[in-house]
């Protein structure tokens, strides 16, 4: 009888962690993946809902995005957008014709019962995406930005106003009355589930709202796989996003060093770029074993290398992860 591959969980926002997804998708032998994905982003706009992070993770997988933004679908046309523009609609948010028929069917599977996880499902069908992407709640749990403009909804924040506002704090939905889904807890404890990793994507908006989940951190040390973090920091610089510009504004030098502690009590081992050795032997002190490899993702090719570095780290760890709760 066949063995069949091992499962391996990926906690992710969207267009970095997708990379890294993407990578780990095109291995040979690729392991049975779920990606928990963040939904503090998603939000309902022009009556529509709206989920970018899952669509970009879905598109990706798909072969569908598009390849000059990393978000949203390729070949894309805006007559849509054009005529509400038109007619007086908000523009702010722009939403393709094809990007339109997935939040249009989403809503219908939504109106008809489906939860979230399986109106997902059913999109990725449709797509041919054979990996498992979990919205990280069934339940809306949105994620708001305390500006020096005052609290800002996410996309408000990071669309609309381009992340220009400084942020003061950050408030995250799952906080409230959100729970892991059933099919995020079986993911999590799977016996032999050879790793869990924290994609490269931003700490504080992309991973924190789905570590706010509550019973999830606690899922994540009862889970029987080592936890790695990919450093989304390179040379105090992020790859993509504000992740810098939100750390520095919150009072925290970028640093992969940073990311490491923030992560802290989570983790069993850590990703650096090869820019950032001289971080090595700070992070080592927050009894961490660290790998040292080129982060940045600009092909397939380097996808797959970095997601084959990270497993192969993982299968070198032991999960010896704390009872502390780490940075929020």
Known sequence: ???????????????GGAKLVLGLSRLPGAPRLTAVVN?????????????PDLDTLMYTLADEVNPQTGWGRRDETWTFMDT??????????????????????????LAEGQTLTAATQTLCTRLGVRERL??????????????????????HYFVRDRAEPVVRALEYGGAQDTAPTAAILAALGEPGLAAIIIAPSNPYLSIDPILAVPGLRAALRKAPAPVVAVTPIVAGAAI????????????????????????????????????????????EKL?????????????????????????AFAASLSPKRTETTGAQ
């Open 1 to 15: 009888m066949t063995r069949p591959n091992p499962g391996v969980v990926v906690l992710t926002g969207g267009i």
């Open 39 to 51: 939904t503090g982003d998603d939000f309902e706009h022009l009556g529509l809902p709206i989920c």
């Open 84 to 109: 509400i523009g038109q007619l007086g609609g908000d523009t702010w948010f722009r939403i393709g014709d094809r990007d339109l028929a997935t939040h249009i069917r989403r809503a219908q599977l």
């Open 134 to 155: 979990l919205p990280m709640t069934d339940t809306p749990a949105p994620t708001r930005v305390i500006t020096d403009q005052g609290s800002l909804a996410f996309q």
């Open 240 to 283: 993509k996003g504000p992740t810098a510009k939100i750390m520095r504004e919150l009072g925290i030098e970028p640093s992969a060093e940073a990311v490491a502690a923030h992560y802290g009590g989570l983790i069993d081992g850590f990703i650096v770029d090869e820019q950032d050795r001289n971080m090595v032997c700070a992070i």
């Open 287 to 311: 009894d961490l074993p660290v790998r040292i490899c080129d982060t940045i993702m600009l092909s397939v090719n380097d996808k797959i290398r970095l997601a084959g570095e990270t497993l």
